[in-house]
């Protein structure tokens, strides 16, 4: 009977007749023309036809003599078995008790060989083939139509080395455990896999980064590892402030992003006022950064995505490290427990600013002062140095706690918690005197207070379950609470005790964010992958802000307090077309009582493979945001922007209303991949509705005879554009990349500037950034260079206020009126080196870092020189407004960073 059915199967492959020309063209690619072209279906191992090349005109051949023509020679025969033909070596017979699968699904889990941890966003694909899946949150996957069941497994993660499994006959029913080992020599790496639809077809996004935390330490830094700040070398990320951890993804503010770790929202990124990332490096696995277009299972922001996933621990045995710089110390500890079914990671850290007063600390306050504009620079007499008035107490911490535990080998539970605080306390005074040398001839003094307490708590929960090898779902409860409570007053006296100015500024601001989530991967054939799931949030914010001066308070008389609840369902189906065309359709809907209208934000994205080193690609989706940052402009201060709860409705008790955030999509690019060459490139639009800003302008008041606050709530529309380019290449143990961003992002708000476009705070026109980095047995050398064309300041109309003799007696300042000036051009370069240390119990490494290694003064932000502007108005009726009107807000200068880590 087998005889006979080769025999028939002989006869119907014949049928199919081969006409094709090659010349030195390899056997793999001659087998794909035969399996996509003719469908015929062939299998093979790859090590079998390595190395072997074709070359002759065939015209009108049976496949049986095309076949035998084409191996003679190559140590190479083929078998036919059932429909297909089968690639042996020369002078063996296939085993036909053995059975030989084709077109199989593989189902895995890929894991840390050393601590058994679960590796998600893993890239597993076949060897030789360029399709591919990523390993999902807890490190399974399914990978469809794999040739055979002795086709061989690859799989590549960053930081690793990459890992071969071939397939056993009999054995590709069964969950696969795939163990990875860290890569020796990029124990130091930043790797970056940008838009992945060059090595993988399944489970892709567009504009999606990927990044191991570990790999970021080579990096120069202000004393250690920093997500957020590492994150802005990438193309279409903001990098020109050395002295920020914003996320300015695609010339959008920072608030435009969801920021996620283990499911739960973190609403506030940084420590020290930006100047460090809120997320310890150690209690991070995995980070994905979505830079627009992303998948209908993110909503609510109108930017991008950061996914963070914490670091599930070790469940082999208990691993620590440690480690020290200028400002902080950090310790972590990953432990197994139940006989390693279960792993904990536990990780702390605290500045010691409070208890010694560092050379950086000191240059870092002092930056953040004057940025604040909350000290007038002069009151300081000849000689004075400010860091002698001012002795802040500040310090800030964050603790991460992550337990993990395998319930069964198909159920994952994990409880992820973290808190992290800053606590800032000032209160000083500055004595003017009319004869410095006479400390007696006091003139004035000024009366500082600030008080400023913030932090973020998240609780994350998540049981996922695999079902088998084509459902997987999750179940995630989150909680984020977010607060910011800020005070600032600014007293003048005389030296007799008389008051003669006031500035008070109040803010406060929480949020508590409950989420359930509920998600499903299902694999339907080998065509579609479809995810589905439901999400309900529960929002709670409080958002107050009073100004006060000498004529008394400005309240906020809004109602300080919003709630709200929304439910989203959303749906997403990967579409494979053919093996080069793959389709991508999704939507989110969104109901919600904050707002009479329901919401619907569709998804679609399309990648066709050019070639196996080319590829297309382009998506649009539209996207919402609820839970939204209101922004404050007020030239007299540095207010700090708040969040707050969109609010939709026709409201009978006269509830003022804040939009719903709207943002349009639209990216287009290709990727050229190959030899360790990446080159790039995304155009995106977007456009953006429903911004808010409360315009502050300190106007005069003539019943009152001097300047009252007034604040002026305005609504607006954003249009950005750009284009993203990074171009990325590895040579041995050095690896570098170019990215550069030209951008354009221009807002139009109803009751600023007569309702015309301006510039954006985040028009940056244009941005280059390079990175090297290079990896040595004992150390470890980078350097950076960022180029960054002058932002945009707002210059506010000054208006001199006349008595009825013509007198200048005061002044105003107009808010609603700017004029848009451009600062200086940015650069700076940053060097780091580390030596690596270490023995069988131990390893670690010492390093330095310098920022702005050849002392560039860069200008951060311009301010107000309202000293200079009261001087002016003694001139009387010829008074003028002085040429040099505003004080530049310089960046650090030259900054050293030494520090030291340690793992055993």
Known sequence: ????????????????????????????????????????????????????????????????????????????????????????????????????????????????????????????????????????????????????????????YLGYKKEEVKLQPGGSKQTM????????????????????????????????????????????????????????????????????????????????????????????LDHFFGVFSAINADAVRDIQVYKGGYDAKYGGRVSGVVDITGTTGNFNEPHYSFGINLLSARLSANLPFASGRGAIHISGRR?????????????LYSNYRNKSNQVNQQAFNNGQNESDFIRPDFHFYDVNLKASYKVSTRDVMSLSLYKGNDDLDTDFDIVSFQDPNDPSTIDQIDSYKEKADWGNTGVGFIWSRNWNRNYYSSLQAAYSRHFFDYFYNNERRTDTGDITGLYELERNNSVEDFQLNFRNEVSLGSRHNLNVGLTFSNINVFSQNNIRDLSGATPDNRDPSAKGNILSAYFSDNISLSKKLQLKIGGRFNTTNVSDNSYFGQRLALIYQLSPSLELKATTGKYFQFMREEVYDDPYSNSENGWNLAYDRNDPNGRSSLPVMESDHYIAGFQYQKNDLTFDVEYYKKNVSGLTEYNISHLYNTAEQQQVPSINIT????????????????????????????????????????????????????????????????????????????????????????????????????????????????????????????????????????????????????????????RAISDGSNAQLPEDLFRNIILLDRTPSIFLNLNF
């Open 715 to 870: 609504q607006g529309t954003s249009e950005i554009e750009g284009i993203d380019v990074l171009l990325q290449k590895r040579w041995s143990n050095y690896q570098g990349w170019i990215s550069y961003t030209h951008s354009r992002a221009q807002n139009r708000f109803e009751e600023i500037n007569n309702n015309e476009f301006f510039a954006a705070r985040e028009d940056q026109r244009n941005e280059l950034k390079l990175v090297n980095i290079l990896e040595l047995p004992n150390w470890n050398l980078s350097a950076t260079w960022v180029y960054g064309s002058g932002k945009p300041f707002y210059s506010p109309t000054i208006n001199f206020i006349r008595d009825n003799q013509n007198q200048i007696i005061d002044y105003e300042v107009v808010n609603t009126l700017k004029t848009v000036e451009r600062l200086p051009a940015y650069h700076r370069m940053d060097i780091s080196v580390a030596l690596k240390f270490g023995n069988e119990y131990m390893k670690g490494e010492i390093g330095l870092s310098i920022l702005n290694l050849y002392n560039r003064m860069n200008i951060h932000s311009k301010r107000l020189k309202r000293d200079e502007i009261e």
């Open 177 to 268: 455990r795939i163990l990875m080992q860290e890569s020796a020599i990029d124990l130091s790496d930043f790797t970056v896999v940008e838009n992945k639809f060059t090595t993988v077809k399944y489970g892709d996004e567009i504009s999606q980064i990927t990044i191991d935390p570990k790999n970021l330490s080579a990096l120069p830094s202000l004393g250690e590892l920093d997500i957020f700040r590492s994150l802005q070398y990438l193309p279409g990320i903001g990098g020109a402030d050395e002295t920020s951890s914003a996320l300015t993804i695609r010339n959008s503010p920072s608030a435009h992003n969801l920021v996620l770790f283990d499911g739960f929202t973190i609403y506030r």
């Open 351 to 363: 500045a010691y600013t409070d208890i010694i007063r560092s050379n950086l600390f000191e240059n």
């Open 1 to 156: 009977m087998l005889i006979f059915s080769q025999i028939s199967l002989a006869q119907d492959i014949n049928s199919i007749v081969i006409s094709e020309s090659f010349d030195n063209a390899s056997l793999a690619k001659v087998l794909r023309i035969l399996k996509n072209k003719y469908d015929l279906k062939i299998a093979y191992d790859d090590a079998l036809i390595t190395g072997t090349t074709v070359s002759g005109d065939f015209s009108n051949r049976p496949v049986t003599d095309f076949l035998n023509k084409i191996l003679a020679n190559k140590g190479i025969d083929y078998q036919l078995l059932n429909d297909k033909i089968i690639l042996i070596p020369k002078n063996v017979d296939l085993d036909l008790n053995t059975p030989s699968l084709f077109d199989i699904t593989v189902f895995g889990l890929v894991q840390d060989a050393n601590t058994g941890e679960s590796l998600p966003n893993a890239l597993v694909s076949v060897s030789g083939l360029s399709k591919g899946v990523i390993t999902n949150k807890d490190g399974y996957f399914s990978l469809p139509q794999v040739p055979s069941d002795t086709s061989t497994i690859v799989v590549n």
